[in-house]
């Protein structure tokens, strides 16, 4: 995961993040509002010793394919 992926895909990921990581405050996440480095900032305060499983999660994450649910437009025809 870079920098872009992380703010282009920003308003989804955030949801599931807090679902699946809920150390994360609302705070947090408009401190971070989709800046990569704010992000892992707050993964290593909020989670020190287990960042690198937050952090592989994300990965995980951002490699899934984006849905129609991230601002793309869905298909009149689908």
Known sequence: MN???LKGRWMQFKGELKTKWG???????TEIEGNYDKF???AQERYGDK??????WAEA???KPATNTEGKKK???A
Do not use: C, I, Y
């Open 23 to 29: 150390e994360f405050t609302d705070n947090d996440l």
């Open 40 to 42: 892992v900032g707050k």
């Open 51 to 56: 960042k690198s499983e937050l952090m592989k």
């Open 61 to 63: 994450w951002h490699a």
């Open 3 to 5: 920098a872009d992926q």
């Open 75 to 77: 298909s009149p025809f």
